[in-house]
């Protein structure tokens, strides 16, 4: 089923200034299936979903290569053209859904006022129709709640709420940026179990944005690691979660502990990333890495390394043979092991 | 239990005015022997931070005994709690605000060494920056200066520089990047050892809770539902709420199974500490309440490795 993907991110860059939030980042996710976009903090992760939604202030931020959203392409987009595309097409759902919600007006009002946006119906009919997604999330007494404010829902609730308003218009399109961060664990279940609801569903390309590769591994069927604004690694889950090539990638498994066993101890990445005012010649996560001796001469130092791969999978390694590495050394320090392997 | 170091006895905290009192904590009970690690876990609301704050005596408890090395802590006043301050003490969530951003690192931690001349201070700041990881030049540098990651090393420096037997740490690596978690966790891990300092380790994160602690205490709206060993709370839950919460926890082993574990879905969010339910307070989410849940709330039962708090358990 790999049709022509819905969207399609080519060769993506966004500077603030001087700054690169993100560099050369290419992904595309068609309709029915969950992409996550994982990094830590500064790794550009949210600013190329800003990108994807057309979100950033032309005026201090510059966008090369490009995206396109169901054949249209984002860069460069009209101001006019691009609010007709966000809501309708596309849609996004945020981490904080206290902030992203007006507190003055109810959560009926700000449903029903996004539909009408994107559909010339009456007033009644978009009531009706906001009353009709809020219960298709979950909300119980979905007709009831549509004159209560956000204060009057709870943080899981509101999360729905989002969620509702996002997908009034039926979005092709669905980002969801942190979705389930700022909730608990049963809630942040109840969120995840939504989402892939509504994509077998509606059968919409989804991409989520999270540092919690356990969320990865529930939810998405592809998986981009980023690291200092560039994919260093991507591929199915499975794959990249399974047996990474990338030692990020392995850095992150091992300094995660998981809830099923009890790791004798974490093996965690040294240092803290890169200032992106600053970046590090080379590869970017050579200053942190265990393996640029290996590697041989200054490479790791002085060369970026493509992104490459067979199949699905690329990463961008200098390492030689990263799967035996991975085997042979990564694996044995993860538990009892199994618990990563294919 | 030996060497007991901290016996809280049916601690209660109430906030708020008669008519909307917030029943944060409602009669906790726990200990923990010397050089040990207890995690509390729960959802947000539960009562697991107010019980660090009680245990520091940054609160003070509406009623309830809190046994330290055998003196009642609960209710002394600020003036003979102080040698008890130096002996406890609390690494928080957020280095961003719990560090004084115009003072240097030198003058925060320094602020914390027991009195001494100026010259012992200083040597023994640069002491604490080294055994916390950090470089003990960097003494005259003020917060800003410093990564997420290396301002919560300041804190534990500041928290280390008195001596103490216990550290609640609250949160102290989930505002914090994964790839710096795991530096933090092994740091409170080793200081632990090297020091002999007990941990009350309060955290939402279960694999965080499981890699840290010896005994794990699992609260739901201001009560205690189970305590064991981590072991058995981990391998043998049996509270239902602590089955939900670990169900729940998104882990990894999908990616080795293809196939989504079995998930207790809970419905509903956590009800109000304004007005908790009659009886077992979870019941009014759990899939096993029946008549006896609304009436009678079910105590704590077991053996001394773990107990639990339902009718159904």
Redesign the interface.
């Known amino acids: 089923m790999t049709t022509t993907p819905y969207l399609a991110v080519r060769d993506l860059t966004v500077a603030f200034g001087d700054v690169r939030a993100v560099s050369d980042l290419s992904y595309a996710v068609p309709l029915g299936r969950t992409l996550a976009i994982v990094g830590e903090s500064g790794s550009g992760k949210s600013a190329a979903a800003l990108a994807v939604m057309g979100l950033h202030d032309p005026a201090t931020t510059r966008i090369t290569g490009s995206v396109t959203v169901g054949g249209a392409e984002v860069v460069g987009m009209a101001p006019a053209e691009l609010r007709a595309l966000r809501g309708s097409r596309a849609a996004m759902v945020f981490q904080d859904p206290q902030s992203a919600l007006h507190p003055y007006f109810t959560v009926g009002a700000q449903i029903a006022e996004a539909y009408r946006a994107h559909n010339a119906v009456s007033r009644r009919a978009a009531r009706a129709h906001a009353a009709d997604v809020l219960g298709r999330v979950g909300i119980p007494a979905a007709r009831r709640r549509l004159d209560d404010y956000p204060h009057q829902f709870s943080g899981g609730m509101r999360q729905r709420v989002m969620i509702a308003m996002a997908l009034v218009n039926d979005p092709k399109l669905l980002i969801a940026d942190e979705p389930t961060t700022a909730l608990d664990v049963t809630v942040q279940a109840q969120i995840l179990d939504l989402i892939a609801d509504l994509r077998r569903e509606f059968g919409s390309a989804v991409v989520v944005i999270t540092h919690d590769l356990g969320v990865v591994a529930e939810i998405a069927d592809d998986v981009l690691v980023m690291y200092a604004g560039r994919c260093v690694e991507r591929g199915p889950t499975r794959t990249v979660l399974g047996a990474p090539a990338h030692p990020y990638t392995w850095g992150l498994l091992e300094s995660i502990p998981v809830v099923a066993e009890k790791p004798a101890r974490l093996r965690p990445i040294p240092g803290s990333p890169p200032n992106p005012r600053t970046p590090p010649t080379g590869c970017a996560f050579h200053p942190r890495c265990r393996y640029p001796e290996r590697v041989g001469d200054t490479a790791c130092r002085d060369r970026m390394p493509e992104l490459t791969g067979d199949g699905d999978r690329l990463s961008r390694c200098h390492l030689p043979r990263p799967d035996q590495v991975f085997r042979a050394e990564v694996l044995p320090l993860l538990g009892t092991g199994d618990q990563h392997v294919r | 239990m030996s060497d007991e170091l901290l016996r809280v006895e049916d601690v209660v905290k109430h906030f708020g005015p008669r008519r909307e009192r917030v029943r944060a904590v409602d009669g906790v009970s726990l200990e923990l022997a010397e050089g040990q690690t207890l995690g509390l876990v729960g ?2 609301g539960c009562g697991k931070s107010t019980l660090g704050r009680l245990v520091t005596r940054l609160l003070a408890p509406t009623s309830g005994r809190i046994h330290y090395r055998g003196t009642d802590i609960a209710r002394l006043t600020e003036r003979r709690l102080r040698p008890f301050r130096s002996d406890i003490q609390m690494v928080f969530q957020d280095p961003y605000l719990s560090l004084n951003p115009r003072h240097t690192v030198g003058a925060i931690i320094g602020a914390a060494v027991a009195r001494s001349g100026e010259r012992e201070t200083r040597t023994r700041v640069r002491e604490l920056l080294e055994v916390v990881g950090l470089d003990a030049d960097h003494v005259d540098r003020y917060p800003h200066e410093f ?1 997420g ?2 301002r919560q090393r300041v804190g534990i420096a500041r928290a280390l520089a008195t001596r103490p037997r216990l550290i609640v740490a609250d949160e102290p690596v989930s505002a914090l ?7 933090i ?2 740091l409170l ?1 080793d200081l632990r050892r090297e020091f002999g300092i007990a941990v009350l380790f309060v955290a ?1 994160d ?3 809770v ?3 602690c010896d005994r794990v205490t699992v609260m739901y709206l201001g009560k205690v539902v189970e305590t064991g060993t ?2 058995e709370i ?1 391998t043998r839950p049996r509270h239902p709420y602590t089955q ?13 199974t ?1 196939t ?1 574990r079995p ?1 207790i ?2 419905t509903g ?2 009800p109000s500490p304004v007005d908790p339910p009659s009886g077992c307070r979870f019941r009014t989410r759990c899939w096993k309440a029946d008549d006896l849940c609304a009436v009678e709330e079910p105590a704590l039962t077991g053996t001394d490795e773990h107990v639990a708090a339902c009718h159904h358990a």
């Open positions: 959802e947000s990564s990651g290396q990047d994964v790839s710096i978690q795991a530096q966790m092994n891990q939402h279960l694999g965080v499981r890699y840290f981590a072991q981990y939900a919460l670990l169900s729940a926890a998104p882990d990894l082993s999908v990616v080795r293809g989504p998930r879905r809970l969010d956590v």
